[in-house]
């Protein structure tokens, strides 16, 4: 469904990917691991042929950079924060449908395939972080492609919303979809790849499956912790003056814990009295930021 032979890209002096090749077969679930800056996004970049590489690639049978166009028709994208029109669901859907050059007969099908089929009179304004991820693989799957790329998907959603959409991955992938995805989640990975890819500036260094990654990188023991925003400050000052590893991510922040300490960050948040709106325990190897 997709191969890369030697897929080089460079950014002035900047080599962002150096020789990578890779094979992925249809109906896989294929993870893009790394740190920031390793390439991920650069990557989907060139599937997606939003940009010039040198080296080969074919999507669906295609040469992406002779049939940009045909290639990224067979790909649904799934950035990770889509900005809608204050329209409703349905008229966000008719318009993207219009766009893509679509019947409008495929929307309930998208719809329920998201589970938003309840919610279509919704305006977007009135959705969650969650079902605006949701709407944004509707309009993905629009076209019925039989790829889709996604890029770190869940990085802004709550725990239940992350759980929603991985699901809704799971089943597309299940279906026959083959998925490729950039994560720095190792429950995420493990829960949706059935193959791992890690690149390490720029090259690929691991192809590996998704119950060997922890052990093969060394990957730490994470508390990701939610507080409401106007107590966002004081808890990372708080964890700081305490010592703990912080990486701050977006409407969170994840700690580094000793697994015999797992909720010492909690207790101290607690004496501080500050709230926690929710908290959830995830191996990885995190870096502040999620561009490439």
């Known amino acids: 469904m997709i191969t890369a032979t030697n ?6 002096n900047n080599l962002a990917l150096d020789q990578v090749s890779f094979t992925i077969q249809a109906g896989e679930s294929v993870a893009l691991w790394g740190a920031n800056g390793a390439g991920k996004t650069t990557t989907l970049r060139c599937l997606l042929g939003l940009q010039g590489f040198d080296g080969d690639l074919s999507v669906n049978g295609l040469d992406v950079r002779r049939s940009s166009k045909a290639a990224r028709a067979a ?4 950035p990770q924060e889509t900005v809608f029109y204050d329209m409703t669901i349905t008229e966000t ?3 993207y449908a219009r766009l893509k050059k679509v019947s409008a007969d495929r929307i309930p099908a998208a719809l329920e395939q998201v589970q938003l089929t309840g919610h279509a009179a919704k305006r977007v304004s009135m959705l969650s972080g969650g079902m605006k991820q949701r709407l944004a693989l509707a309009v993905a799957l629009l076209a019925d492609p039989p790829i889709l790329v996604l890029d770190e998907p869940t990085a802004n959603l709550d725990v239940k919303a992350q759980r929603d959409f991985i699901h809704a991955i799971q089943t597309l992938n299940q279906s026959g979809k083959t998925i490729v995805f950039s994560s720095h989640r190792l429950d995420e990975v493990v829960a949706l790849a059935s193959r791992v890819l890690v690149l390490t500036d ?3 260094t691991l192809d590996c499956q998704p119950n060997e990654l922890a052990h093969k990188l060394g990957l730490h023991r994470w508390l990701r912790i939610w507080v409401p925003a106007q107590h966002r400050d004081d ?3 708080v964890l700081n ?10 409407h969170s922040v994840y700690v580094q814990v000793n697994l015999g300490a797992k909720i010492a960050p909690l ?10 709106e929710d908290f959830d325990f995830v191996d990885g190897d995190f870096v502040e930021g999620s561009h490439d």
Request: net charge positive; charged share 20%.
């Open 235 to 237: 808890s990372l000052r």
């Open 93 to 95: 859907l008719h318009f």
């Open 202 to 204: 720029g090259r690929l």
């Open 267 to 276: 207790r101290s948040l607690e004496l501080a009295r500050i709230p926690v």
């Open 7 to 12: 897929l080089s890209k460079r950014y002035g």
């Open 75 to 78: 790909i649904g994208y799934v």
């Open 241 to 250: 003056e305490q010592g703990f590893v912080l990486m701050p991510n977006g």
